[in-house]
């Protein structure tokens, strides 16, 4: 029979479970593992790991002839030739965040140019309201036309914004120089690491603005912070991507929290119910598919 560890609470449902528990024997662990060593010692014997980022994205390389099924989207953590040679096979979610990251873009492209944090819940003011700026008729360049990009430019164009997609055949710098709103969905791999340099930020447009959830792989962060304090950039919005869910101590989203230009959040773009449920039944799909020998979303 199959051996099967669970190795943190993963939201999974009663439905959830059942299923999986049809696929073999099944260890639940139902907090996060305190350290990566006992993330390990969780999936010592297992046959096929059910895994959150914590422990995985340091020790998968100690794992041998494992399956290992993620709920979530990232790999770039994953050295392929380590897998290999460890005969290690994983299968991603791919589009499972889709609603959850598009809703948060949107959300922030909002509060950026409508500046609807400064107002929210405001007590007293002494003048009367600087003028903000609308979406209708803004150019907005989305870099990258995937599952969350390509849903990102459909609300966008409802909301009458023109919309631009970049894909890696165009001229980057050409296609943002006239853009008010950037916005970053790029998978994080060798053709787009350090990809956005300081040549990208000092292209924009002036009083433009950022948005990123991807990691500083992709992106220059300090580049952009000195966008922002040169005026080039009126306003930054990042989800922090390359930080511990949920982890407000993290230097680098500290560094960004505290820049008053800046909206951060600790990594919580793709967290919703949604997110959760289109996450777990990828996960079991990808399992069901690998013990019938068709193993399906291998990175």
């Known amino acids: 029979m199959n051996r ?3 190795t943190q609470d993963l939201g999974l449902n009663r439905e959830e479970r059942e299923r ?10 139902e907090d996060l593992p305190k350290t990566p060593e006992e993330w390990l010692e969780r999936c ?4 096929i790991v059910c895994s959150g980022k914590f422990g995985l994205k340091l020790k998968y390389q100690e794992l041998e002839n494992t399956f290992i099924s993620m709920p979530f989207v990232a790999t770039d953590f994953l050295n392929r030739d380590i897998l290999k040679e460890r005969n290690i096979k994983v299968s991603n979610c791919p589009g499972c965040n ?45 870099l990258g036309k995937g599952n969350v990009g390509s ?34 969905t790029l998978g994080s791999n060798e053709t ?15 009083d433009s603005y950022f948005i990123t959830v991807t990691s ?26 390359s930080i511990q869910v949920g982890d407000v101590n993290d230097p680098f989203y500290i560094k960004l929290a505290n820049h008053p230009k ?10 919703t119910d949604a997110t959760d449920r289109k996450a777990s039944k990828m996960m079991i799909d990808n399992i069901e598919a690998y013990l019938k020998g068709e193993p399906i979303n291998l990175i």
Do not use: Q
């Open 4 to 6: 099967i560890v669970v």
């Open 20 to 29: 999986l528990n049809k696929l073999g024997e099944v260890k639940y662990y």
């Open 44 to 47: 010592k014997g297992a046959d």
């Open 98 to 142: 889709k609603e959850a990251v598009s809703e948060w873009i949107i959300a922030m492209i909002l509060n950026l140019l409508r500046d609807l944090p400064n107002w929210i819940n405001k007590k007293e003011s002494d003048s009367i309201p600087k003028e903000t700026k609308g979406l209708i008729g803004k150019n907005i360049t989305i």
């Open 151 to 184: 849903r990102v430019g459909k609300i966008c164009e409802a909301l009458e914004m023109n919309v631009r997609y970049f894909t890696k055949s165009d001229n980057l710098i050409e296609f943002i120089k006239n853009a008010d709103v950037v916005v970053d």
């Open 192 to 206: 787009t690491k350090d990809l956005l340099n300081k040549e990208f930020f000092d292209s924009f447009k002036k």
């Open 216 to 241: 500083p792989k992709i992106y220059d962060a300090e580049a952009m912070i000195e966008a922002l304090d040169n005026d080039i950039l009126a306003g930054v919005a990042s989800d922090c991507a």
């Open 262 to 271: 800046v909206l951060a959040t600790p990594h919580i773009a793709y967290n």
